[in-house]
């Protein structure tokens, strides 16, 4: 995990300018990756901060579920389902190797939101939110309990 931290925030401290925002995605990651970045970032015995420039989020299936018009809605695309490893296959025609590797997954998600199929979909009202939106939920209302150990 101390690794993970370190990483991003290398990539936040070098050449990143003053007035940029960043978006965190994860894919189906609103209940599940956010709780544990939640709890991470606010562990005191976790040294780790959210960077302040990544202040939005975006869950890329729940927009592509939101929205019927959007080419890869499965009623559109006939996708059997709507996991990363499907949508990013039916983008970029080739399987997605290595899947569940936190980086590979990333990048998977960055080919999928870039894609023609999802692009006109980014700036749309329903697919990005504030991180403190997500979280106020989580300061009152907590899935796990705080002596469980993190995975």
């Known amino acids: 995990m101390e690794r993970l931290c370190q990483f991003v925030e290398t990539v936040f ?3 990143v300018v003053d007035d940029c925002v960043g978006v965190l995605v994860a894919w189906n990651g609103k209940s599940c990756d956010m ?3 939640y709890r991470v970032i606010t562990d005191e015995k976790n040294s780790c901060t959210m960077p ?4 939005h989020f975006m869950d890329p299936m729940r ?3 939101k929205y019927p018009g959007c080419d890869l809605h499965q009623k559109k695309s006939k996708l059997p389902d709507l996991r990363l490893a499907t949508v990013y296959e039916f983008v970029t025609d080739s399987p ?8 590979v997954d990333c990048l998977a ?3 999928i939101i870039m894609s023609k ?3 006109r979909y980014l700036d749309k009202k329903e697919s990005i939110c504030t991180i403190e ?3 106020s939920k989580k300061r009152t209302k907590s899935c796990y309990s705080t002596t469980r150990a993190y995975h």
């Open 133 to 135: 939106s997500v979280w």
């Open 117 to 119: 199929q999802f692009q």
């Open 96 to 103: 997605l190797e290595n899947a569940h590797n936190s980086l």
């Open 52 to 55: 302040p420039q990544i202040n």
């Open 13 to 15: 401290l070098t050449g």
């Open 109 to 111: 998600q960055g080919d």
């Open 63 to 65: 927009v592509i579920k």
């Open 35 to 37: 709780e544990w970045i």
